[in-house]
């Protein structure tokens, strides 16, 4: 309902809006400057008021006082094509878009795979531009965490580094947190339920083994095959796409004819992984079954739908969002790890 109360004949002020929801001059500035240590009653009535007073902030004199951009960055280490073309990359930027909606800060999104995109994404991340910091998708031992740490700019990771997956002291001397999925444990109950279930040739489509996740799914692998006293050496690379997918099960077909199950790190994988077996004339699931990894959408949709580990990548994102917005805002913060979950449907 719109306010029937006339507007000041100025632009409304700080201690306007406070009067009008009825709290303190504090709070407001707290629900402006995004701080989460305000309770949902209190943030309510401050929205309410600023939409009924029209209030805007000086985002100026707030950046001089607050030495604050209101800006935050989100740098993607891959390409326009996999960015846009990926449902992982869509449900991250969701989640973090619906997160900072709450607060006033506003994403700015870039990608950084050339050398020359990465150099213009180096210029602008400095705190005169942002006030923090969100990678995604870092390969190798990529500079960039330490880079940021250095220019003191909080930085959230989207998932663990190579060298945080082996157990490397991380060269980043400022403030780097990072959001997880448990991807060790949720290969390792993949591969679990394929034993339970009989499976004893399990062949493992693995990601890229320049990024942490790569690393910990495969590692997931092995650990439930070594608890079973099986060898774990039926593994083939992918870059966690479907064609990638086919290629390796190809490439493990000829090596283990025999192989009965196929773990694959991604569900796009393992949709390539289905069509190979099929044009191999084996039968998903009663010659070899499947699992993936991802729980999307297409996971449900094919011919027969998709076992998979659910992830949740929206979740991700928000969690991203949450952690940045409390590094910026001095707050406690420690590194969040995510559950997994098996979903069970008809490959497997």
Known sequence: MTSTRPRSAGRPTLDEVAARAGVGRGTVSRVVNGSPQVSPQ????????????????????RALVTQRTDSVALVVSESEERLFGEPFFAGIIRGISAELMRTPLQLWLAMAQSPEGRQRVEHHLTTQHVDGVMLLSLHDDDPLPAMLAGRGLPTVLGGRTVNMMRG?????????????????????????YLLSAGRRRIAHVAGTQDMGVGLARVAGYRAALEAAELPADLVG????????????????????????AVFAASDAMAIGALRALKEAGRRVPDDVAIVGFENSAASGQTDPPLTTVHQSVDRMGREMARLLIAMIAGEPTDDILLETELVRRATA
């Open 42 to 61: 209190a943030r309510e009535a401050v929205r309410r008021a600023i939409d009924e007073l029209g209030y805007v902030p000086n985002r100026a004199a």
């Open 168 to 192: 490397r002291p991380a060269a980043t001397p400022g403030p780097v947190r990072f959001v997880d999925m448990d991807n060790e444990g949720g290969a390792r109950a993949a591969v679990e």
């Open 237 to 260: 690379f992918g870059d966690f796409r479907e064609a990638s997918g086919a290629a390796a099960t190809r490439e493990l077909l000829a090596r283990a004819p025999d192989l009965d």
